[in-house]
């Protein structure tokens, strides 16, 4: 993978960022560049199965820009939970909530999301503590939580527009598009539909497995 700036810049970068915002002691510095290797390479993986051109250089490399919002808020996910692995909960917590106040997204670490997944513009995004299956993909004021404790198991290549929600006792099958606006609540959803509305009252339209995928934004889905 090519970071669009030095390895030397990037940690810098980080380290700033979290002592201007919190404080970076010695050992949690020495925490944070231990943990850096780890989460640059599930960055790799996860951005090397992405078509979007802006995870790619002009040779067809994978691609990490540290001021690409969305990449870096994948990043500081990635960092979070490598350095909560460790033990340092207390130094987590403070990329979690960077990632928070810098980009908009609440998404802890303790929050299981796939090897692959994407992200559009994810701010004002609050994912809870759901079974997400593979290519996950979400946008803009998006919701996932719980109902009465019950939260949602969602199956592999759920997308979910602007301003979506998925909440409770649900079951999402795969191949599944949750459109801008609406709120499924504790009710399953098939695979290959998509689904408009709002819950008890929602529409659900079947299409084929393909039309999905050839809107996909992962390489894996292009070859199929």
């Known amino acids: 993978m090519h970071i669009s700036i030095s390895e030397k810049t990037l940690k810098s970068l980080i380290c700033k960022q979290v002592d201007n915002f919190f404080t970076l002691e010695n050992d949690e510095r020495k925490s944070l560049l231990q943990s850096l290797p780890k989460a640059l390479a599930r960055c790799d993986e996860n951005f090397s199965q992405n078509t979007n051109k802006y995870y790619s250089d002009v040779k067809g490399n994978t691609l990490f820009n540290p001021y690409h919002s969305v990449q870096y808020t994948i990043f500081l996910y990635f960092l979070s939970s490598e350095v909560a692995s460790t033990g340092n909960t207390e130094l987590a917590d403070k990329l979690y909530y960077l990632n928070r106040a810098m980009n908009g997204l609440d998404l802890y670490y303790k929050i299981e999301l796939p090897t692959i997944f994407f992200s559009d513009h994810p701010l004002a995004s609050v994912l809870g503590r759901a079974k997400y299956g593979c290519y996950f993909c979400f946008q803009q004021g998006c919701t996932v939580g719980n109902n009465h404790g019950q939260y949602p ?72």
């Open 153 to 224: 198991i969602i199956g592999d290549y759920v997308r979910m527009f602007a301003n979506s929600s998925i909440i409770g006792e649900c079951r999402i099958g795969n191949n599944v598009f949750i459109a801008s606006g609406s709120m499924v609540k504790d009710i399953d959803v098939p695979s290959n539909t998509i689904v408009f509305g709002q819950s008890p009252q929602l529409t659900f339209k079947q299409m084929p497995e393909e039309y999905f995928l050839k809107s996909s934004p992962f390489k894996i889905h292009s070859k199929s």
